[in-house]
């Protein structure tokens, strides 16, 4: 092959490559993304868990004497919680305990009695939970059982008085699964402690009914084992 041979070869070759490369630069090109981060599936909700819990309360007491005493209490509250569950298909079964310290009080003026005060400076709860997991990571539930506490009535004229109560809880939530073990809530309960007697001790009666009744709207952070 002579060298003007070579030449022509390379020409021609140069040529025909030239509009195939043209061709393959129009071509669109291949683009590689990273997938999309999407949370993982709760497997189960089922085992043991420990958390804290904090929040506000707000309710109402009566007062039997004088007639028409009604404090509205309320304040923070911020706590422990144990509880356990049990998944069986989309229901998750469950018992949950907690408890709580709390500044719930109120206070209005009770004529001759001066100033009235009812106040709670602990509350717990033993309940039952009952949710549905069918929605990914969520889980909505109602929840109920008893309720316990103090209750601390005070007169500023007669002095004061409390006891230990026990009543019920009822309420309802969402709990979101993040990670593997660790979950975060909001909660509403309705709690009652009933009423109890003080007396002479804060009133000017032989028997003086108090009662306690609060709503609780609090959150959560829970790790499960």
Sequence with gaps: MTPKMIRTGIAVAALLAAPIAALAADLPQPSYKAPAYSAPAYVTWSGFYVGINGGYGFGRSTWDFPVGTTPQPKGALYGLTLGYNFQTGTWVWGAEGDIDMTSIKGTTNCGVAGTCETKNDWLGTARLRLGYAGWNNWLPYI????????????????GNSSKTKFGYVFGGGLEYAFYSN?????????????DFDCGLSCGGTPTNSVDFKTSIVRAGLNYRF
């Design 143 to 158: 929840t109920g059982g008893a309720a316990f506490g103090d209750i601390k009535a005070t007169s500023s004229v007669f």
């Design 182 to 194: 660790w979950s975060v809530k909001a909660e509403y309960l309705y709690a009652s402690l009933g």
